[in-house]
């Protein structure tokens, strides 16, 4: 899930799938449906946000169960796009259990915010058992998405067979999103195992793949693998460097305290004047 200015961005192709299947009438939910879509694809997470809970307003007045799933759904998204982490996860937990109440199905994307919420909120045990949910669902889509998740979550508890199995699973995929996701479970799976060189290749093939794919987010990440396998090679001005575009890229994407962790890690590694400089200003630009 990401934001991306200019052409149409994977988050919002996806966004516009869940409107046209809405099946819903009301010109007034469509036309908040269809600003939001255009606010996310232009980066105003929290504008989008603002569009779809109008659109859910509506929705529940109407009593449009369908309407309501889709509003509420690309409400939550919204709202993790904009690294309001409680709020969309309060949000679709709601969600879900009015749709329960209707005995309307949640769209399968309502559980992957879910398990991301909880992911990037540290919650790393409940985030795995949502995730595990998410990747034994019936659209496939979503639930390799899901295993994806799985993989992170494994690396971040060093759980080598976890994010191996997850590998295993995305590996046979061949859309760039399955490959770039393959890659970087790949280059975690190397540094867990030892090997910092092929962590650092594979990480930085990714980080490609994922600029490519329009996912800063997914290129700050992988930015940060090579880095700390940079660092495990004793090669510590690169890694210096990758943390400070790591840190710069979660910075973009209102990920504060992410970017401040590897901001402080380039400042205290590096020995290069210029870099340091670079870290403490995007640091004190964070209130760091």
Known sequence: MRVAGGTMSRAAMALAALLALSGCGDRRITAAEY????????????????????????????GNASAIATAGTN????????????????????????????????????????ATALYRQGNLSQAATAAQQVAA???KAVALRGRFLMGL??????????????????????????????????ARLSLARGDAQAARTR?????????????PRGVARCEA????????????????????????????????ARAREWLGKAKS????????????AALASLGG
């Not at 590694?269 to 403490?280: G, I, K, N, P, S």
């Open 75 to 114: 409400l939550a998204i919204a709202e993790l796009a904009d690294n309001q982490l409680a709020q969309a996860l309060a949000d679709a937990r709601n969600l879900q259990a009015e749709l329960a109440r209707r005995g309307h199905q949640p769209p399968p994307t309502l559980g992957l915010v879910i």
């Open 269 to 280: 590694l590096t020995a290069d004047a210029h870099v340091r400089e670079e870290a403490m």
């Open 153 to 186: 979550i494994a690396a971040e508890q060093h759980d080598t067979t976890g994010l191996l199995a997850a590998s295993l699973v995305l590996a046979p995929h061949h859309d760039p999103l399955s490959i770039a996701d393959t890659w970087e479970l790949s």
């Open 225 to 256: 693998v090579a880095a700390e396998a940079s660092l495990a090679a004793h090669a510590t001005a690169e890694a210096a460097r990758l943390y400070l575009k790591a840190g710069e890229g979660e910075a973009a994407v209102g990920d504060h």
């Open 203 to 215: 990480a930085l093939e990714a980080v490609k793949l994922r600029t490519q794919l329009q996912d």
């Open 35 to 62: 600003n939001g879509l255009q606010e996310m694809d232009a980066g105003h997470a929290a504008g989008a946000a603002r569009q779809y809970r109008a659109a859910l307003t509506q929705a529940q007045k109407d």
């Open 137 to 139: 669902g019936r659209d």
